[in-house]
């Protein structure tokens, strides 16, 4: 269906002015523009970075219209990250939107993206930063 989806169906009875019967006659409602589901990638400008220095975020949106579409980052310490264990690094919106998380800490930290439009949601690769601990001004 060339990833159209059906919004609405309704079925009608019209009378038939041959024979005073009733034909159904069914009516489609369907919206107009691509309905392709979004896809997402997310890269971190680094792999590894030292405590109180950034990291931006960058997140490549396919498939999602530039207006309606936003993005959200989130963050979890350690290796690994699903989108409900994550912490929220707030919304973006845009063709290329983008990020910056201010390291803090030691160890890794793995971020992920999801992009919501109303062609649906789907959630980025992760990218996974290790944050040096920063060396004391003497």
Known sequence: DGGR????????QIPSSTQGNWVDEGIWIQRLGDLTAPTISLAASTASVKA???????????NAPVSGASVEFRVCRGSSCTWSAGQS?????GATPSTAWKASGKGSVTFLAQVTSESGTATSNTATVNV???KKKR
Request: aromatic share 4%.
């Open 5 to 12: 989806r059906k919004i609405a169906q309704a079925l009608i």
């Open 132 to 134: 040096k601990k920063a």
């Open 52 to 62: 109180r220095k950034s990291v931006t975020l960058t997140a490549a949106v396919a």
């Open 89 to 93: 690094l707030g919304f973006v919106a």
